[in-house]
Every structure is written in structure tokens, then in C-alpha cells.
């Protein structure tokens, strides 16, 4: 077989072998968040180390770019303080870059939801929404530092508002490792 033909062969097996470069995980991080506030209204970030996460860390190294299917925050609350007065609240999520300004200037907003009841045992689920700006944080993450920020931002009916949540961030991801 001529040279030419070769490298034509090769060609064609390197090109089918491509698409095999490519995937899907799912991974989930999961977070006690401790909100406690004296007024109605709460802002605060939330620390998320993905080194701590083995599928999303081990898989760092092989990710050239990836984007975000699909992710939900799903919430439980765990425990409501004694002194506790909300009974109600709505609130947003988003994700902060490590290191990112604490103005919010650089957080993606990924839902949010409204006249939430606050009692141990519910549950709430937010979808996420700017996939594309979530997927470029997310990417940064994995890249870098592994760190980023879950910040929440909320107002209750009544204060003091103490409780904890069992969050869960639910990630679909597809990666290109070429």
C-alpha cells in the first residue's frame, strides 16, 4: 500500500476515533448552608472546594471545555433554629468566581424561588437557568483553584431568620478533552 494511502487510513481511524474524546458526567455537590440573619433580608456566600468532589476533580485534568446540560439546586431544609420567626421566603442563587468581587458584579445567577415555606423536611428544587455563563465559571473552577462561591440572596416574612439547608448542586456536564 502506497505511503500516501497510509497516512489516508490513519487519517480515517484518527477521525473516528475523535468522537470518543468527547462525554458526559454527572456529579453533585453537596453543602450545609447555615443561614442566619437578624434582619428579614440575608446575603452571603457559601465556599465550595470541587477538590473535594472526586468525580469532578479527577476528571479535571482531561476537560479542554465543557458545557453545562442541565443543573438544579435542590434544598432541604434541615433545621430550623428555636428563635426563629420566618415561616416564609424567596430568595435567589447564583455562583461566584473564586475570588470574585463581593459586589456580585461577576456572579451568575442560576434561579431563584418565591414564598418558600421554612420547616424542617421541605424541599424546594431550582432549576438552573444561563447554562453558558455557569459552564465558563464551572470550567474556571476546574482549571484553577477548584473554588468557587454558591451565594444565596433572600428575604423572609418575619426576623430573625435561622435555619440550616442540606443543598445539592446537581451538574450534567459534556466534555471535550481535544
Not at 475523535?18 to 442566619?36: I, K, M, Q, R, Y
Not at 451538574?171 to 471535550?176: A, E, L, P, R
Amino acid at each position: 500500500m502506497p505511503r500516501a494511502a497510509h497516512r489516508s487510513v490513519l487519517a480515517l481511524l484518527a477521525a473516528l476515533a475523535l468522537p470518543a474524546c468527547n462525554g458526559s458526567t454527572d456529579f453533585t455537590v453537596n453543602e450545609l448552608l447555615t443561614v442566619d440573619s437578624s434582619t428579614t433580608s440575608y446575603d452571603g456566600p457559601f465556599q465550595v472546594d470541587l477538590s473535594q468532589y472526586k468525580t469532578a476533580w479527577d476528571n479535571r485534568k482531561h476537560i479542554k471545555s465543557l458545557s453545562i446540560d442541565a443543573a438544579s439546586v435542590q434544598g432541604t431544609i434541615a433545621t430550623v433554629d428555636a428563635g426563629n420567626a420566618a415561616s416564609t421566603g424567596s430568595g435567589s442563587l447564583a455562583l461566584r468566581p473564586d475570588g470574585g468581587p463581593t459586589d456580585g458584579s461577576e456572579d451568575v445567577e442560576i434561579g431563584s424561588i418565591s414564598n418558600a415555606a421554612i420547616s424542617p423536611g421541605t424541599t424546594y428544587t431550582v432549576d438552573g437557568t444561563n447554562m453558558p455563563a455557569a459552564s465558563g465559571l464551572l470550567e474556571g473552577a476546574l482549571k484553577g483553584s477548584g473554588k468557587f462561591s454558591l451565594v444565596a440572596h433572600g428575604t423572609a416574612n418575619a426576623a430573625p431568620v435561622n435555619f440550616t439547608v442540606d443543598a445539592t448542586l446537581k451538574v450534567h456536564v459534556k466534555y471535550s478533552v481535544f
